[in-house]
């Protein structure tokens, strides 16, 4: 049994990638409190960044003027570490240097973020590197050395290399003053298993300490970190909450309790758990850290958990939308973000828009209703039965609601493909046609549907608004109600009514979303006034169903 597990929390580095490592005064000066009482081994305060780009609190700097500054309790004296990343110590405009002016442009960077460690109240420093930037980042470690500081290098996204691969690398970083090699969990894909083969391989080519860096994707942090604690792993990180980039790493106050047989000094919790109730259960609903589904989804198919936390606080993708995006990655290199992949991913009909039905052959100088799914599609059933029954207008049904007489349903429109791929053997089933994009699904969706009447009505995202053709239109999202918007409107009906779109609960965002929607489509050339027979939140011209019945 291991009796020098070391212990580092990482949460003001790691927890960061949330709030642009702005935290509060109160909230350091307490988690400093209780990592003492904790009696962790060592404590990261941040990254020491050389990027100044958008802002970023103090914590993105770890200056030592601010580490200074901070009321460092006695216990945690020789205990404070920062982190660069190695992509800062190597670029583009030096990837032409001979490796001996590459080692002297990056001496240079370091000479401008690190005073000798006489100088300082940092004991730690890591470095994070990709596979790509290792070699040239190892170099890194002998001056960090020289003056005086612990050394720990960060391997980042190794779940993927062969043991073979792994090895070499561990072989390489031998050859250098490094005092620990971390290896990270960086998609959240591994298991207990998998994480011992990587040990192992680096056991070939490594003596020295070996550190491990989890995170939660697929809920086995805890677990990932004891399975390398057993098999001769003595640095371990952790976060409070697990608050870290994506869904986050193993916590804080659920490891320290699963190693305490494993360390020689083992402290009190109370102090910790004040913090959380304190500070972090807050932050965490406000920026909702934590495993999900998707974050699941994501270790599983080795995709960066960034492209997860960014869709989440993007109120433009719905549920459809992120899980159409993971399908889209999967087939892409997404272990690394970025940003023009995502919204790449986003635009699922990414060819030229086209269609092959004109909604003029069966809407044109008609009246369309475009039923919802709201409580008032249900609430006023049988006055809407009523209505369609007397005034006989062309009725749109969205996606596969069924909330009045399927032969009162003229047709039914749908868009997103994974909705569509949901609801696939339910439209089957429906006696209606149903309108869709068809030409520019997906082949396996077009083979599913293939036994359904479809309305060939193609569909483009136009960021400025709707704009609307004979036998396509461009809408500003993939909303269904977007679509058969568009599809009235190229039809030339005369018209539109809506009931059943009530409007979600107060305080819910789609509200707004909804009422911009509705605004931009007013707003666009060639609109339809619209009308609404049942109740809506939304800001439309109402009129009571009651009123158009006899």
């Not at 792994?166 to 994480?195: C, H, R, W």
Request: one cysteine or more; aromatic letters at 10%.
């Amino acid at each position: 049994m291991h009796t020098s597990i070391k212990l580092l929390d990482c949460t003001l580095r790691d927890g960061g990638y949330y709030n642009d490592w702005d935290f509060n005064p109160d909230l350091v000066a307490d988690y400093l409190e209780a990592m003492a009482a904790l009696k962790v081994d060592f404590v990261e305060v941040g990254l020491r960044s050389i990027k100044n780009e958008g802002f970023k609190g103090e914590c993105a700097f770890s200056t030592d003027s601010f580490i200074e500054n901070l009321t460092i309790p006695i216990e945690l004296t020789d205990k404070i570490g920062v982190m660069i990343n190695g992509s800062e110590l190597t670029s583009k405009t030096t990837e032409s240097l001979s490796f001996e002016d590459q080692e002297a442009a990056q001496i240079t960077t370091l000479e401008k973020l690190f005073k000798h460690k006489s100088l300082s109240r940092v004991s730690l420093v890591r470095v994070a590197c990709h596979v790509h930037e290792f070699e040239a980042c190892l170099p890194v470690s002998k001056w960090l050395h020289g003056q005086g500081y612990l050394v720990g290098f960060n391997l980042m996204q190794i779940a993927d290399r062969t043991k073979e691969e792994i090895t070499e690398l561990a072989q390489k970083a031998s050859s250098f003053p490094i005092d620990i090699l971390y290896f990270a969990d960086s998609m959240g894909g591994l298991n207990p298993k998998q994480v011992s083969q990587i040990i192992s391989a680096f056991n070939k080519g490594w003596n020295g300490a070996l550190g491990i860096h989890t995170h939660d994707n697929m809920g086995q942090a805890i677990s990932n970190s004891l399975q390398a604690v057993s098999d001769g792993v003595t640095w371990v990180d952790s976060t409070v909450t697990g608050m870290g980039r994506g869904p986050g790493n193993a916590q804080t106050e659920y490891l320290t309790m699963a190693l305490e047989a494993y360390r020689k000094n083992t402290g009190n919790l109370t102090k910790l758990f004040d913090l959380i109730r304190k500070h972090f259960k807050p932050l965490q609903t406000q920026h909702g850290w934590g495993i999900n589904p998707y974050y699941y989804m994501a270790g599983q198919s080795g995709i960066h958990p960034l492209y997860i936390q960014e869709m989440l606080k993007d109120s433009r993708y719905s549920d459809e939308d992120v899980l159409a995006v993971i399908d889209h990655l999967k087939l892409k290199d997404s272990n690394n973000f970025s940003l023009s992949k995502l919204e790449a991913a986003r635009y699922f009909y990414l060819d030229k828009p086209n269609g092959t039905w004109s909604p003029k052959k069966v809407m044109q100088d008609r009246t369309v209703l475009i039923l919802g799914t709201g409580p008032g599609a249900r609430k006023y059933r049988e006055a809407i039965e009523q209505f369609i029954e007397q005034h006989q207008p062309y009725v749109i049904g969205l996606n596969t609601q069924k909330n009045i007489r399927e032969d009162l349903v003229n047709v039914r429109a749908a868009c997103h493909p994974v909705r569509l791929l949901a609801d696939c053997h339910e439209h089957i089933k429906l006696p209606q046609p149903l309108i869709t994009p068809a030409s520019m699904l997906p082949q396996d969706l077009q083979e599913a549907l293939a036994e359904k009447e479809l309305f060939n009505f193609g569909v483009a995202i136009n960021n400025d608004g709707f704009q609307f053709h004979e036998k396509y239109a461009e809408l500003p999202a993939f909303l269904v109600i977007a679509y058969a918007l568009a599809i009235a409107t190229s039809g030339q009906a005369n018209c539109i009514y809506l009931a059943g779109f009530d409007g979600y609960a107060a305080g819910d965002i789609r509200n707004q979303e909804m009422t911009d929607l509705f605004k931009n489509y007013s707003n666009s050339l060639g609109s339809l006034p619209i009308k609404t027979l049942t109740p809506n939140q939304y800001q439309l011209q109402s009129i009571s169903i009651y009123g158009q019945i006899n």
